[in-house]
Each structure stands twice: as structure tokens, then as C-alpha cells.
């Protein structure tokens, strides 16, 4: 009868993805831990929010986009000059605008990581 061999462990050789987070992981969490992003969940700028949603006739506002959404949780209300904490821009409604998700989640943020206005 042939003798059985054991095999190496092969789990040690994985990285953990529990130690070190990655570079985006880290800017998220930084973020997450300004005052600012507590702003977010307060009724003034959930009314905020639906008021610009309604100005802008529930139309996404990118140039070249236009798209009408029903969904409101499709919409975002974007800060069309970043706050960066500045409470007097973050609470301006002509520095907000209706974007649809996809635009702001894609072109917005390709325009914002450029340092484009």
C-alpha cells in the first residue's frame, strides 16, 4: 500500500484582506470621520436635498444628459463647487444641483479627481 504525503499549507501564503486597507479604503474611512459627513443625515439637508430635487424638475443637470428620474433615490443632489467642510457652501442651494446617479458617479468624480470645476 503507497504512503500517503502530506501537503504544505497553502492558507498562509494568502494575504489577509482584514490587515492593512487599501488606499481607497483609507481615504473612505478618513472621510467618514469629518464632522461635516454627519450633515448628511440632518432633516435641514434632507429638505435641502428635496428642494433642489424639485427646482431642477427631477432632470439630471450634466450637460448632455438630461435624463428625467422618477426614482429620487437615483438622484443626487451634488455640490457643484466641493465644500470641503465649508459649512456655508455645503448648505447653499446654488452650489447644489440634480445629477443622476450615474453621472455623478462616474463623470462627476472622474472631473472632481482631475481638480476640474
Known amino acids: 500500500m503507497a504512503k500517503l504525503t502530506t501537503l504544505k499549507p497553502r492558507l498562509s501564503s494568502l494575504r489577509s484582506k482584514?490587515?492593512?486597507?487599501?488606499?481607497?479604503q483609507a481615504y473612505d474611512a478618513d472621510r467618514d470621520r469629518q464632522d461635516?459627513?454627519?450633515?448628511?443625515?440632518?432633516?435641514?439637508?434632507?429638505?435641502?436635498r428635496w428642494e433642489v430635487l424639485r427646482r431642477d424638475l427631477f432632470t439630471c443637470q450634466w450637460r448632455g444628459c438630461g435624463r428625467v428620474e422618477a426614482d429620487t433615490s437615483q438622484l443626487v443632489a451634488d455640490h457643484v463647487r466641493a465644500h470641503r467642510g465649508d459649512a456655508k457652501l455645503?448648505?447653499?442651494?446654488?452650489?447644489?444641483?440634480?445629477?443622476?446617479?450615474?453621472?455623478?458617479d462616474?463623470?462627476?468624480q472622474?472631473?472632481?479627481r482631475?481638480?476640474?470645476r
Open 36 to 48: 461635516w459627513r454627519k450633515w448628511y443625515k440632518t432633516k435641514r439637508w434632507q429638505d435641502l
Open 18 to 24: 482584514l490587515s492593512a486597507p487599501s488606499g481607497r
Open 114 to 116: 482631475r481638480g476640474d
Open 110 to 112: 472622474r472631473q472632481e
Open 106 to 108: 462616474s463623470r462627476k
Open 90 to 104: 455645503f448648505w447653499d442651494d446654488r452650489n447644489l444641483q440634480t445629477l443622476c446617479k450615474p453621472c455623478h
